[in-house]
């Protein structure tokens, strides 16, 4: 049986609560990714995605300029705009389980966490592509 542990990112980059919602987009944009699971004091607490931020950011009808933007962004934090309730699955699930979750919620991924609620990886729609193309190359 697949399960979600064999084909999770273990590697995980996570961002402070308390950390500025520009740093989150710097870091996303650094690392070319697009979830963040947020650290409350080191313990995983949340996630934010680009989705989350842009939904949060001023449109480019707003009448501030530039500067203001940033500087509204800079004092604003992750907390602000992060789900801090994000869907989670355990290493040891069927992999099968993870996709039908992320498919009946319309998904981009899942947190995976421990019995603790420890953070021990993401499951994203990649993830799972990846699985898809190795499980049907076997055939």
Not at 19 to 46: D, Q, W, Y
Not at 83 to 100: E, F, H, K, R
Not at 117 to 129: A, D, F, I, P, S
Request: aromatic share 6%.
């Amino acid at each position: 049986m697949q399960t979600v542990a064999n084909w999770m990112t273990s590697k995980t980059y996570t961002i402070e609560a308390e950390a500025s919602i520009i740093e989150a987009m710097h870091m996303m944009k650094e690392k070319k990714i697009r979830r963040l699971p947020v650290t409350c004091n080191g313990k995983f607490c949340g996630l934010i995605t680009d989705l989350m931020i842009r939904g949060f950011t001023p449109g480019k009808a707003t009448s501030l300029d530039t500067w203001e933007v940033h500087y509204i962004l800079s004092k604003a934090t992750v907390r602000d705009a992060m789900n801090p309730y994000p869907m989670t699955i355990s290493p040891d699930a069927p992999l099968c389980q993870a996709a039908q979750i992320i498919h009946d919620n319309k998904l981009n991924g899942l947190c995976v966490t421990d019995a603790q609620n420890n953070l021990v990886g993401l499951l994203t729609t990649t993830n799972l592509m990846e699985a898809l193309i190795a499980i049907c190359s076997k055939e």
